[in-house]
C-alpha cells in the first residue's frame, strides 16, 4: 500500500454515481454493527500464506505459485506446525466486471479460475483465501480492479460458490464512506452464504477498528503495510502492542503479514520479527515465496515452540511489560499456567535483557524451569530470566514454576560489549584508539557452575589483551563473572562493520562433558567527519533509517525505490541539496566531536500535504537534544532549523510520526548543513 495512492480523485464524483445508482446505502442507515460474529471461526491467530509481500502485483503472482505453496505446506510440515490457510491477494482480478456483474479472475494468472486453485488447496486438506476492497476499487498503483463497495452481495456469493474460507477486505477507494457501515455490509454479505469464512479486515487502523471490529471481523490491521526491513517491522510492532488488551479468541490485532524469508532483514532479524508477531497473538501469515527462501527460513517459520506460543488457546496477546532504552520485556500468559517471555533488544549495540519470574507473574517457587524456544534446551533457574542479546537479537522462553528443576542444569548467559554513546548508539572505535570491552558469564540458577572460560575474538590485525581473568573455577548460582579486554583498533583500520565475538566454555553439576556458547557482536569504524561548512547530503552517513523507502539525497521521498521522489519543496520554495525523508526516520552522521551546528530549512512537501501529514523534527548530538520543532503539519510555513552540536560525537536526526500514525509524513530537510572545524 501506498499511503498517497490511496486518495480518491473521482471522490466525489464517485460518492455521487454511486450512492445516486443505489448502490450504496447512505452511511447513517446501518452505522451500527448489527449482529455478533461469534461463529467459532478464528480461534487462535489464522496461520498460512499470501502472496502480496513477495510478489505485489508481478507476472509470478500467478496458479504456479498458488499450488506450489499449498505443496510445500504439505510437504516441508507446515501444514502439521498449524499454516492452513494459502490466501490470495490484489490483482488476481481483472479490471471490469463482467456484464452479469461477477469479478473475472485474470486469464493468464489464473487460466483455470479461481475455483480450480481453490479445488487444489482443498484437496491438500488447506484453506483458501482471497482478497478484495471495501472500496469502489482495490489498492493495486494501476487502478486497482473492481472492489467491492456496492457489490457486497453479488461478491460474497460468488466467493462462496468458488469456496472461499478467508476474505481480507482492504480499504482503497472508499469514497469516504463509513467504514463500521462498509465493514459490517461485507460480514452480513459472507453470513448470508452461509460459508464460514475467516473475514479480515484491512482498514489500516484508520478508524481504530480495535474500539468496534470485534463483531465485525476476526482480525483487523492495525497499521499501515509492513515493509521488508527492521524499521519498517519494529514500527509495526510498536504500534499493535499497545493494543494487547483488545485482542482475544475470534478477534485479533493484526500487525500485517509476515516478511521471513523476502531477503531484507538479516536472520537475526527474522527471528525477532517472528518472535514479536508469537509473543502479540498475531496472524502468522508468511509473506515469502516458499519455493525461493534460504533452508534456514522454515526453520524459523516451523519453529513448534514458538508457533504453540502465539497459538495458544488462552488466546491473549503478549504485553510489553518493560520497554526502556530499545530493551523489551514481553509477557504472555499460557493456557497451562505457563509464562511465554520474549526479550527482544531494539538497539544497533549488543544489551543484555533481565527480568524475573516475579515480575511475570509466576507463582513463588524456589526455582523455575526455562525452555529456550530457539536453543531447544531447557535449563533451571533461582528467578532471573535473562539473555545477552546481539544487536536486533531476541530470546523466546517458556518459564514454568518447577518442582523437579534440579533435573536441569544452571540457565547460564554470556555476552561481550563495549560502552557506547547512548543506550542503542552504534558500537564506534576510533583507529588507533583502545577501546575496552567486558564480557559478562551470569549463573542464573540455584546450583554452581565449574570451569568458565571467557575468550575474545577480534579482527585479524587487532590485538586483545585480558585486563582481568578470564577463568573462574566456580561460579555460584545467581552470581556474575566479568571480564574486562582492551582491545586496540590499529591505526590503519579502515572505515566498515567488523565482528566482534566472544565464547564461553563451562561444567554443569550434572555433566562432565562441558557446555560452550558462543556471542557475536560488531565494531564499527566511522569514515571522516565533514570538514568545513558543508551539505550533508554530499556527506555518508553512519546509518539512515525511514518509514517508506530510502532516506532520498537532494530529492523528496517518493515512498517505495531510491530516487522517485522529485524536487524538494516547502511552501513553494524549492531547494536542490537536502534530504527527503518518511516518517518514523532516523538518520546519524560522524561529527567526530569536531562540528558545532547543524542548519536547514524544514517543513512537509508540497505535493503530498495532507491533513494527516504531522510530524516532529529533532536534531541530537550524541545523547544531548538539540533542536525539537514541535509539531509540523502541511499547513505549516517552511521553518529554519538551527541546532548546537558542538563536540559531538555523532549528530542524529529524526522524525517522528507527530503521534498520528506515519501517513503522509513526507519530511524534508531543505539545505542541510554541519559546520565543522
Ligand atoms: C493495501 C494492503 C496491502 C495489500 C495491497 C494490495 O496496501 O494494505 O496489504 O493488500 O493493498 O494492493
Given amino acids: 500500500m501506498h499511503v498517497d495512492q490511496r486518495r480518491s480523485k473521482w471522490r466525489t464524483a464517485l460518492i455521487a454515481t454511486v450512492l445516486g445508482a443505489g448502490l450504496i446505502t447512505a452511511p447513517q442507515a446501518t452505522a451500527q454493527p448489527t449482529a455478533q460474529i461469534d461463529d467459532g471461526l478464528a480461534l487462535t491467530p489464522p496461520m498460512g500464506f499470501n502472496n502480496w509481500n513477495s510478489t505485489h502485483c508481478r507476472a509470478d503472482f500467478n496458479e504456479a505459485m498458488v499450488k506450489g505453496i499449498a505443496d510445500i505446506f504439505v510437504d516441508k510440515g507446515l501444514k502439521d506446525a498449524g499454516y492452513q490457510y494459502v490466501n490470495i491477494d490484489d490483482c488476481w482480478a481483472l479490471p471490469e466486471r463482467a456484464a452479469d456483474g461477477n469479478l473475472v479472475p485474470h486469464p493468464v494468472r489464473f487460466p483455470n479460475g479461481i475455483k480450480a486453485v481453490a479445488d487444489y488447496v482443498h484437496g491438500k486438506g488447506l484453506k483458501f483465501g ?21 457489490h457486497e452481495e453479488q461478491d460474497a456469493k460468488l466467493f462462496a460458490s468458488w469456496g472461499i474460507d478467508y476474505l481480507k477486505y482492504d480499504n482503497c477507494n472508499n469514497q469516504g464512506v463509513d467504514a463500521k457501515m462498509r465493514y459490517t455490509k461485507m460480514r452480513d ?41 527492521w524499521n519498517s517491522m519494529v514500527s509495526i510492532a510498536k504500534r499493535n502492542m499497545v493494543l494487547a488488551e483488545y485482542a482475544g479468541p475470534g478477534h485479533w490485532n493484526d500487525p500485517d503479514m509476515l516478511e521471513v524469508g523476502n531477503g531484507g532483514m538479516t536472520d537475526v532479524e527474522y527471528k525477532s520479527h517472528f518472535g514479536l508477531w508469537a509473543i502479540m497473538a498475531a496472524p502468522l501469515l508468511i509473506g515469502a515465496d516458499l519455493r525461493k527462501v534460504k533452508p534456514e527460513m522454515f526453520e524459523i517459520l516451523g519453529n513448534k515452540d514458538v508457533i504453540a506460543v502465539d497459538q495458544d488457546k488462552l488466546g491473549v496477546q503478549g504485553k510489553a511489560i518493560r520497554t526502556e532504552g530499545g530493551m523489551y520485556v514481553f509477557v504472555k500468559p499460557l493456557t497451562n499456567g505457563d509464562k511465554a517471555v520474549l526479550l527482544f533488544n531494539e538497539n544497533d549495540s549488543g544489551a543484555q535483557i533481565s527480568t524475573t519470574a516475579e515480575e511475570i507473574g509466576l507463582p513463588k517457587s524456589f526455582a523455575y524451569t526455562v525452555r529456550d524456544l530457539w536453543a531447544k534446551t531447557t535449563t533451571h533457574s533461582a528467578g532471573s530470566i535473562s539473555a545477552a542479546l546481539p544487536p536486533h537479537g531476541s530470546a523466546m522462553f517458556r518459564v514454568s514454576a518447577s518442582n523437579d528443576w534440579y533435573s536441569y542444569p544452571p540457565a547460564v548467559t554470556a555476552g561481550a560489549d563495549a560502552a557506547v554513546l547512548y543506550p542503542g548508539a552504534m558500537p564506534l572505535v576510533t583507529p588507533g584508539k583502545p577501546v575496552t570491552y567486558t564480557t559478562t558469564v551470569s549463573n542464573t540458577g540455584r546450583l554452581p557452575i565449574f570451569h568458565t572460560q571467557a575468550k575474545l575474538t577480534v579482527p585479524d590485525g587487532w590485538t586483545v589483551t585480558p585486563k582481568s581473568s578470564p577463568t573462574k573455577l566456580i561460579l555460584s548460582g545467581e552470581k556474575q563473572f566479568q571480564t574486562t579486554w582492551e582491545v586496540l583498533v590499529p591505526a590503519t583500520a579502515k572505515p566498515g562493520r567488523f565482528p566482534v565475538g566472544a565464547t564461553f566454555t563451562y561444567t554443569s553439576p550434572s555433566s562432565t562433558t562441558p557446555v560452550s556458547t558462543s556471542y557475536q557482536t560488531e565494531a564499527v569504524v566511522p569514515g571522516a567527519a565533514p570538514v568545513g561548512v558543508k551539505f550533508l547530503s554530499d556527506h555518508s552517513w553512519l546509518r539512515a533509517s525511514n518509514g517508506h523507502g530510502p532516506v532520498e539525497i537532494d530529492t523528496t521521498n517518493g515512498e517505495a525505490g531510491a530516487r522517485d521522489g522529485g524536487t524538494i519543496s516547502i511552501r513553494g520554495q524549492k531547494f536542490t541539496k537536502g534530504l527527503g ?17 547543524v542548519t536547514a530549512t524544514i517543513g512537509i512537501q508540497d505535493n503530498k500535504v495532507n491533513p494527516l501529514s504531522l510530524v516532529t523534527y529533532e536534531v541530537w548530538g550524541d545523547n544531548k537534544k538539540a533542536y525539537d520543532s514541535g509539531p509540523v503539519t502541511g499547513q505549516d510555513a517552511a521553518k529554519q532549523l538551527t541546532a548546537d552540536v558542538t563536540g559531538a560525537t555523532v549528530v542524529r536526526l529524526i522524525i517522528t510520526d507527530g503521534g498520528n500514525g506515519k501517513s503522509y509524513d513526507h519530511a524534508n530537510w531543505g539545505d542541510l548543513k554541519i559546520t565543522c572545524k
Fill in 130 to 150: 482471497i482478497y478484495t476492497s471495501a472500496g469502489t476499487k482495490t489498492c493495486n498503483k494501476d487502478g486497482g480492479f473492481p472492489g467491492g463497495l456496492g
Fill in 189 to 229: 454479505a459472507l453470513k448470508a452464504t452461509g460459508r464460514p469464512i475467516v473475514f479480515s479486515l484491512c482498514e489500516w487502523g484508520q478508524n481504530k477498528p480495535w474500539e468496534w471490529a470485534k463483531d465485525v471481523g476476526h482480525l483487523w490491521r492495525t497499521t499501515g503495510d509492513i515493509g521488508d526491513n
Fill in 581 to 597: 525523508t518518511h516518517a518514523p526516520a532516523h538518520i546519524e552522521y560522524y561529527a567526530g566531536g569536531d562540528c558545532t551546528q
